[in-house]
């Protein structure tokens, strides 16, 4: 389970739903951290998801320990820019997720996204369980069918620590929406699971 590193946020509620973004996760929620280019866009279609509890940007998965964005833009600091995010998985499945998470990136392109380059802006799914670990694994595999090349998406458990990011990158495309977004669905699609697909097709309860 990753350790909330909050030195550099002093805001706890996310601004546009007001949930806490760092509280501990409800029970019967799950949580799970998503790197696919600049964190402000992929935040952004993460928390207008349905089932989407709350959603929060940051730096994970590399060797400093104290990284800020200054640092971290410099493509040394073995960090990705990272969306950390809490799901009910009662109406959004974690497939689901994956199937929104590799529809709007390019996951073939390495250490960059578009017009983003360096290994901070590298996919990546940081995972919290053997299932997620699992469902991952399946994906990449569907997806590099669907892509036609290899996945270069990053797939390991969370690490220990999670740093939240500055205030101002929290949700920054609502309090700036004309901000910058490079972001969009890439047109490659690919079925759910079935298992999924039948989970998907049940009546609200």
Known sequence: MSRMDLSLCEGRTHYVNGEQ????????????????G???GAERIMWK????????????????????????CTGKTGHAEMCHIVFDPKVI??????????????????????NDVGPQYRSAIFTYSDAQMDASKAAIKRYAKAYGK??????????DVYHAAEDYHQQYLAKNPQGYCMHGPTGIFCALPEASQAEAAKPAA
């Open 93 to 114: 499945s974690f497939d689901e997720i994956l199937k929104v998470f590799f529809e709007h990136h390019d996951p073939t392109q390495g250490d960059r996204q578009g």
């Open 49 to 72: 998801l349905d089932g989407v509890h709350v959603t929060s940007v940051g730096y994970s998965g590399g060797h400093t320990p104290k990284p800020d964005y200054r640092l971290v």
């Open 38 to 40: 600049c964190f402000w």
């Open 21 to 36: 973004m760092f509280a501990d996760i409800p029970e019967g929620l799950e949580q799970i951290q998503l790197g696919f």
């Open 150 to 159: 290899p996945i270069t998406t990053e797939l390991r458990t969370a690490p």
